[in-house]
């Protein structure tokens, strides 16, 4: 094992993706016990999502969600990757995560984004619009604010004021520059696009400002990784996924995970089978010495200090294998 690797820490974003024949409920139960899988493998955090509206995402409520990954783990990190900071009420943020770090001490992270909703329908539902989004920066100042007591207001944020629970910001679009100027940890992705994460990356590092969040520079690259037997079984698993993408960018909806063979038996109109083909590319996959190898490239290139792995397929047993795999590359 190489010694970036060895250095590096590397985490779970799971999205609590539906599966096809398997119901939401299932699937938020399938990443309670997903969790304390990854834990026994010796992974560093496990971070859920948050997704309204979407037919193929269950992880809607990702604070409620990460309360009940914490209460069924003992030692990992738990947290959120992320909350989507423009669907809520900085302080509502605050006393949730103040919670969160009450109950599980030391143990809570704060992943925040700035998407807004899906489709049109899902941002009149919250309550927001595209707009919401732009004023993402003073949105975080506000909820640090609530930890640190520094709030302009008379309220206080009980229990959140006074803890200490770590921030990190999901570099998307002008999250980059956000982290940066605010001193907080950056989690960027994908890995299929080097060159745009590169970019981003040599931003935030250039313009870092220490904060009493961060005194220097903390980057997380995020990305799928598939590793397997053989690099065919490895492609495999990226099918359900690269098909669901697929589909969302021709129908507009983004649908549960399909088994991998049924996939491979349809058949696909000339952009669907485009957008498919796209989505297999780029990603980390292949056996544990070709998986390691790129690792390797990754971390050389970015500097990263964590990775978090994204990855989703329909087969259960082939995705905990996959993360079994590559917990054996990662401690050696």
Known sequence: ???????????VLDRSRTREGHTHPEALRDTVRFAREVERLGYHRFWVSEHHGVPGVAGSAPTVLAAAVAGATRTIRVGTGGVMLPNHRPLVVAEQFGALESLYPGRIDMGLGRSVGFTDGVRRALG???????????????LLGWFRGTSPTSVHARPAEGLAVPPF?????????????????????????????????????????????????????????AVAAT??????????????????????????????????????????????????????AGTQE???????????????QEVLVTTSTHDRDALLDSYRRLAAITSG
């Open 1 to 11: 094992m190489s010694s970036l690797i060895a250095s590096a820490r590397f985490s």
């Open 128 to 142: 927001r619009g595209k707009d919401d989004a732009e004023d993402f920066e003073g949105q975080v100042r506000e």
């Open 169 to 225: 910001v999901l570099a998307m679009g002008e999250g980059a520059a956000v982290a940066a100027r605010l001193g907080l940890p950056m989690v960027i992705g994908d890995l299929r696009n080097r060159d745009r994460m590169r970019r981003g990356i040599d931003h935030y590092r250039a313009h870092f400002r220490p904060s009493p969040w961060a005194a220097e520079p903390y980057v997380v690259v995020s990305g799928t990784v």
């Open 231 to 284: 690099p065919e079984e490895a492609r495999r698993l990226l099918v359900p996924e690269a098909w669901s993408m697929a589909y969302s960018r021709t129908h507009g909806t983004f649908p549960p995970l399909p088994p991998a063979e049924r996939v491979e038996a349809r058949s696909m109109t000339a952009k669907e089978r485009d957008l498919y083909e796209s989505g297999l590319t780029g990603h980390l």
């Open 290 to 304: 070709q998986v390691a190898h790129e690792l390797e490239s990754v971390l050389k290139e970015t500097g990263a």
